[in-house]
């Protein structure tokens, strides 16, 4: 259920968003009496052709004055660290060229290119050095975008809804906070004492991050302790916003239901609930409940089920059926209805007969994706347990 932000060093351009492909077919030449600004955002081969480029290129007239080139790109081969450069660049007819300093490993930068217009669009040929790596540059069919295109094309939709009404479109237990890249690792040094999960995706500083000085960190969390998660976040040093996102609880998998009769204390009583969801899934799967464990990170219910397998019925296999639920509150701060969303169920094949054994290797386990129409009948069986509702996703009602 869920990005370059071009924030050139000097540019005043803040906006963040994805760096577009360039348009071939709406290249433009400046008029001969303006001076305005034009933007390139990608230049083909730099770093094995995994750099994030905008070139930024401002005109008197037809001519280019001046340039900026911005380069963001793995710091080693393979790597998901990034790193940047700025070089400011003298134009002297078609050639280009500058030095600088990368931003994070501070190696030496020269760039030496030539720009040729050829009709509508551009060839940019030359080298540009990296510390001791030379990347060779022939990039054809480049168009340019004007200042007013560019901006267009940007966006600062992070994902984060500080005050949601209800969790429809976020989720109780999915959190992300943005912080200054400079505060980053004390931030995470924080989290240590907090009891909360952080998706390690989260954790990669993007070529939208430098070039913003803020990242992003997911956060999951049990949903009876996100609002208080979120109060503790907001109050430290370098946190610029803080909110619930997408997560788990896809709608089409989420019952909603009175929330009187399963509370204890004004919280959700997990052992009730946990008993009626193990009845309930071992009736519609015809199996029986091994075990049931809650989360005490994220608040999720891990539900262990097992029955005979219809496979040569002789040799007396099991199998194994996982589901996870999570139980949150419809609206933050509020305990009128509670949501349940559970996961398709992931079922293994064993022997656990006695030795010796069938070392089964089971490759076609179930997944969230071959499910989401509730082929077991679980979603639907749980929404009759719990006298509850489902999300009408075409009218986006509870019905």
């Given at each position: 259920?869920?990005?370059?932000?071009?924030?050139?060093?000097?540019?005043?351009?803040?906006?963040?968003?994805?760096?577009?492909?360039?348009?071939?077919?709406?290249?433009?030449?400046?008029?001969?009496?303006?001076?305005?600004?034009?933007?390139?955002?990608?230049?083909?081969?730099?770093?094995?052709?995994?750099?994030?480029?905008?070139?930024?290129?401002?005109?008197?007239?037809?001519?280019?004055?001046?340039?900026?080139?911005?380069?963001c790109y793995p710091a080693a081969k393979g790597s998901d660290r990034k790193d940047r450069f700025v070089a400011n660049l003298a134009v002297n007819g078609q050639t280009m060229t500058g030095t600088t300093q990368s931003i994070g490993d501070k190696l030496p930068v020269s760039v030496n290119l030539t720009r040729k217009q050829t009709g509508d669009t551009y060839e940019f040929k030359g080298q540009i050095r990296v510390g001791q790596t030379v990347n060779n540059v022939v990039s054809t069919d480049n168009a340019d975008l004007s200042e007013k295109e560019f901006r267009e094309n940007q966006t600062n939709d992070d994902g984060i809804v500080p005050a949601p009404r209800d969790f429809t479109q976020v989720s109780p237990e999915a959190i992300a906070v943005k912080v200054k890249l400079d505060s980053a690792a004390q931030f995470l040094k924080h989290l240590k004492s907090q009891n909360v999960g952080i998706a390690v995706n989260s954790m990669a500083i993007s070529c939208e991050s430098l070039r913003s000085g803020q990242m992003t960190f997911n956060l999951s969390v049990d949903p009876q302790r996100a609002a208080d998660v979120l109060v503790n976040v907001k109050t430290q040093p370098g946190v610029t916003g803080a909110g619930w996102t997408s997560g788990l609880f896809d709608m089409e998998r989420t019952i909603r239901f009175a929330a009187a009769d399963w509370l204890d204390g004004g919280k959700p009583n997990r052992d009730k609930l946990a008993t009626a969801l193990g009845t309930a899934a071992a009736k519609v799967l015809s199996a029986q409940l091994a075990s049931s464990s809650w989360s005490d990170v994220t608040g999720k219910l891990r539900l262990v089920l097992k029955r005979p397998s219809d496979m040569f019925t002789e040799l007396a296999l099991t199998e194994t059926i996982e589901l996870n639920a999570m139980i949150a509150p419809d609206q933050p701060g509020a305990f009128e209805h509670l949501m349940l969303w559970v996961s398709a169920p992931s079922i293994t094949t064993t022997d656990e007969s006695s030795p010796p054994k069938l070392n089964l290797i089971d490759s076609n386990a179930d997944d969230d994706e071959g499910d989401q129409n509730d082929e077991y009948g679980i979603v639907d069986a749980l929404a009759k347990e719990f006298k509850a509702q489902r999300w009408d996703i075409e009218n986006t009602v509870w019905k």
């Open positions: 259920m869920r990005a370059i932000s071009a924030c050139l060093l000097g540019l005043m351009v803040t906006a963040a968003g994805p760096a577009m492909a360039q348009n071939k077919t709406n290249a433009k030449s400046p008029p001969a009496s303006a001076n305005e600004t034009r933007y390139f955002t990608s230049i083909d081969g730099l770093m094995d052709g995994n750099a994030d480029v905008i070139l930024r290129e401002t005109y008197q007239g037809k001519t280019v004055t001046s340039a900026v080139l911005d380069v």
